[in-house]
């Protein structure tokens, strides 16, 4: 089915056209149309165009007023003030286009007509390292970004950059070759994360007995160095073993992923080892087109704006002075790739905002070198820090980075509890409960990150996420939950559109804002701003609550018609909440 225009489109349209009218030599005018809590919206574009125009503002907005086409779409329209004009739509016009909104799979919600293709760059590991709570927000956020920008229309890319290269790798391997079964298995695991514990605590046991080697024995540490200079050579042996620990270090992430409800697929994790085979060119071509210059033997990029403490630029280091490639080299070669091999027009980097000076040198550096253009943007969608109740970035007690999964087992262990406390309300089973606990828990700790906009940093306070009241998933979930409950309870009658009715302010303040639901998922996609989604459908949940204590919809029973439209609004609603909180990655389960 077609997108539905929203009533705010319709009326915005139906103003510029009169506003031409009234002022032809103005050309097409933009009437600033927002919502009011005067009337249903406010043009305020009139009062800038009568200053240019050397016209009255208040004369232009009557000649306006009186050469709108009304329709059944507008109710009412004053002149206001020196020239606002306060509008007020039909209650027909409402109720018909959450009507057609109702009757698409996609409730309305238009397809982007300048769809491209982008690139996310999310959920970074590293492999033979544990995830930790830094970890999350670039998981959570680049999830939602996915989800949201494919609803629009958008072809994603995901990629997954983990961390599987570097002078750590010679050091474990090496110790790997002297100790060849300490990666193997004691017992397969009974399940994704009883394997993927095991997997981790392999890496971490191998790790620490390596550190601890290397840090003791300097001709092991000679043997360690040696072997970093074979796994960058390609050795066949060195290779086949730094793979066990990328294949091990997978069987971790996939399981922490799994407690995360996120979908990682194998084909979507190229680590930094993926463009190996481009360094060499990418500072060949750097080089040869004079974007980075040689400084003391090492590849460097400078840039006026970036100076160091001492005045001095800061430059971007491709290729250090012994040869090696820094980060750097394999970022460019990673956008090289993105563009010209998976035709990229759009590439989103979700990285921790401390690093946003490395990217503003990466991407300027990708600019100068022509890889980026006007058809080929990137940005980095920088996110702040996870803090803990003190305000603190989140550690624990004893003041150590706190790991991923314990976080996640805490947060489904909460909110199992809170689902019991009201099973026997609902009549759960236990199976029930332990699948919703999983739900509304991990949905808490999703929710809370998004909720937030990205820059900023936030508090983990689990007691808060998992609460019932405020602004919590828990809260939208419960929600959603009742509205199901509502249209079981509702028997035969079935949800019905009526335009003729009148509709009660509760129960128009409820429709505006479902209508509005299409133009916010375009300004999440095109601001990559997904707490906006989680803003809105928190105000959704809201009003339903404010029009389910004024508007009787089951008990007791209204008049048939009536009853039929609110049944109508209300799962307008569930569809909204069910979509919107799917876009967020997280679940809505039917009985809670």
Not at 165 to 184: K, S
Not at 235 to 242: P, V
Not at 254 to 277: A, H, R, T
Request: hydrophobic letters at 40%; aromatic letters at 8%.
């Amino acid at each position: 089915m077609a997108s539905v225009p929203s009533l705010a489109s319709n009326v915005n349209q139906r103003v510029a056209d009169a506003l031409v009218s009234a002022l032809p030599e103005a050309g097409a005018a933009d009437p600033l149309l927002r919502r009011s809590d005067r009337a249903d919206f406010q043009a305020n574009g009139i009062l800038a165009l009568a200053k240019k125009a050397k016209a009255n503002p208040r004369e232009l907005a009557t000649a306006v007023v009186e050469g709108l086409d009304k329709g059944d779409v507008l109710a009412e329209v004053e002149v206001s003030g020196p020239g606002f004009l306060n509008i007020t739509v039909s209650d027909k016009a409402i109720v018909e286009t959450l009507a057609a909104r109702y009757a698409d799979a996609r409730l309305g919600v238009p397809l982007n007509p300048d769809a491209g293709t982008t690139v996310i760059d999310y959920a970074q590991p590293n492999v033979a390292k544990e995830m930790h709570v830094g970890h999350l927000r670039s998981a959570v956020i680049g999830a939602a970004m996915v989800e949201i920008l494919e609803f629009t229309g958008e072809t994603v890319v995901r990629r997954h950059h983990i961390g599987d290269w570097g002078t750590q790798f010679g050091m474990l391997i090496q110790y790997l070759i002297e100790h060849p079964h300490e990666l193997d298995h004691k017992a397969a695991g009974s399940d994704a994360e009883a394997s993927g514990e095991e997997a981790m605590s392999n890496l971490n046991r191998l790790y620490k007995a390596s550190r601890a080697l290397f840090d003791a024995d300097e001709e092991f540490k000679t043997r360690a160095r040696a072997r970093v200079v074979d796994l960058q050579a390609g050795d066949e042996q060195t290779l086949a073993l730094w793979q066990r620990f990328v294949d091990e270090s997978k069987i971790y992430f996939y399981s922490v992923f799994d407690k995360l409800d996120m979908d990682i697929q194998d084909e979507d994790i190229v680590g930094e080892s993926g463009y190996n085979d481009m360094l060499v060119e990418t500072c060949r071509l750097l080089e040869e087109s004079g974007v980075a210059v040689r400084s003391n033997g090492a590849l460097c990029v400078f840039f006026d704006e970036y100076k160091g403490p001492n005045g001095n630029p800061t430059p971007l280091i491709v290729q250090k002075s012994d040869g090696g490639f820094g980060y750097a080299a394999t970022d460019l070669s990673a956008i090289r790739d993105r563009v010209t091999n998976l035709k990229a027009t759009e590439l989103i980097y979700v990285v921790d905002a401390r690093q946003s000076l490395h990217f503003k040198m990466v991407f300027e550096t990708a600019r100068r070198a022509g890889w980026l253009n006007d058809d080929v943007k990137a940005v980095q969608l920088a996110f702040g820090t996870v803090l803990g109740a003190d305000g603190k970035p989140f550690k624990t007690r004893e003041g150590e980075t706190v790991r991923l999964v314990d976080l996640l087992d805490e947060a489904v262990d909460r909110a199992t509890a809170v689902v019991r406390e009201k099973a026997d309300k609902v009549g759960l089973t236990e199976q029930e409960i332990i699948e919703n606990g999983r739900y509304v828990g991990i949905g808490a700790v999703k929710y809370a990150d998004l909720s937030t906009s990205a820059a900023r940093d936030y508090k983990f306070d689990l007691d808060q996420m998992v609460s019932l009241n405020g602004d919590t998933s828990v809260y939208l979930q419960y929600a959603y939950a009742r509205i199901k409950s509502i249209l079981r309870r509702a028997g035969d009658r079935k949800p019905v559109a009526h335009p003729e009715l009148e509709l009660a302010p509760a129960e128009r303040a409820l429709g505006l804002h479902l209508d509005g639901f299409g133009e916010l998922i375009a300004e999440a996609a095109a601001e990559h701003a997904p707490h906006k989604v989680a803003a809105y459908l928190y105000q959704l949940s809201s009003l339903f609550t404010t029009f389910y204590d004024q508007c009787p919809v089951v008990k007791p029973e209204p008049e048939l018609v009536v009853g039929e439209n609110r049944l109508f609004l209300s799962e307008l609603t569930a569809r909204t909440l069910h979509q919107g909180m799917a876009l967020l990655g997280i679940r809505t389960p039917e009985r809670l």
